[in-house]
């Protein structure tokens, strides 16, 4: 072999290719811009936007039937309306009770809707890419939860609507029914607004420790189930046995405490189902430490779990 071919054989040989990465030069929006796209995106999935049609089933279904009372009593207003100037005696839904009459639909929006929110992540061991970029744990969990509340808050508004603009075209005088109609519409806002917060931290932080979704919904159920029927025996035991401080335990129950609360924005006062003892600002507190306690309990969950 040459010396000239021994100089081609030992010289570097190869090719650069131009694989088209760039740096980043956009703006840097940072941990509220991420914070602020997760609640975005769990919103649209809450509602199944951006998903098959299966996933919009569940959530518009339950919203639905929440809703079509209150929409059936405004298709029906003129003939309501009628009625009752006839002197007839109509049985109308109001803002403070239609919770109360109707929540069980809420609570299965929560059981269908709360573990599709946090059980796939946990499920896919994706929560390490949340977490690696510049959103932390508990802007992952505050994120989460206030999608789920804004959700059950447009549940809880949308029927509160139709009431109102029902309400208003049952008067002759339309634009005076408005300004006599919305002080008593108005307490509904807060009202929905703290139920729409308790239901979804209680969802959401008992629904966080399971990956699977079968057993977050069978857990929510049993929940909401005995907290309802456990605190209301024990109640009506220490009536019988004279137990003074039994009616305490009653602010422990998730449905029957928001009922309680919801009287209190309305300025109604309670019905015999309650303690004779306790208002309704009682129950007011509870929730809102209610809210408190399980938000706190959610951010707990976050930060220690594995990621």
């Known amino acids: ?55 919009k089933a569940a959530p518009f279904i339950l919203a639905g039937l929440y809703s079509f009372f209150a929409f059936l009593q405004l298709a029906f207003a003129s003939t309501l309306a009628n009625a009752i100037s006839s002197g007839q005696q109509v049985q109308l839904f109001t803002y403070a009770s239609y919770f109360t009459q109707f929540g069980l639909l809420l609570i299965l929006f929560c059981v269908a809707q709360a573990p599709e929110v946090v059980c796939r992540d946990q499920r896919y061991q994706v929560l390490s890419l949340y977490f690696t970029r510049a959103m932390g744990r508990p802007d992952y969990a505050l994120a989460r939860l206030a999608s789920l509340a804004t959700a059950l808050f447009l549940a809880l508004i949308v029927p509160m ?17 408005i300004g006599d109609e919305l002080p008593r519409a108005l307490p509904a806002i807060p009202a929905c607004l703290l139920i729409a917060a308790s239901m979804a931290s209680i969802s959401l932080a008992l629904s966080s420790y399971s990956p699977r979704r079968a057993y977050s919904a069978i857990g929510l159920i049993a929940y909401f189930l005995l907290m309802e029927a456990v605190p209301a025996i024990i109640y009506a035991v220490a009536q019988h ?15 029957t405490s928001l009922t309680g609360a919801s009287d209190w924005f309305f300025g109604q006062t309670l ?34 779990i594995a990621a």
């Open 1 to 55: 072999m040459s010396a000239g071919n021994r100089l081609t054989a030992s010289s570097a040989a190869g090719s650069i290719y131009d694989l088209g990465y760039r740096h980043y030069e956009g703006k840097r929006r940072g941990r509220l811009y991420a914070a602020w796209s997760l609640y975005v995106e769990s919103l649209r999935g809450i509602w199944g936007f951006g998903r098959p049609m299966s996933a």
């Open 161 to 177: 609507i139709a009431l109102f603009i029902g309400d208003v075209l049952m008067k002759p005088d339309t634009i005076g029914a």
């Open 271 to 304: 019905t015999s189902d309650f303690p004779a003892t306790l208002g309704p600002d009682a129950y007011v507190l509870a929730c809102l430490v209610s809210v408190a306690a399980f938000t706190a309990i959610l951010l707990f969950r976050y930060r220690r």
């Open 241 to 255: 046995g004279g137990w003074t401080s039994g009616d305490k335990l009653v602010l422990l129950t998730p449905i």
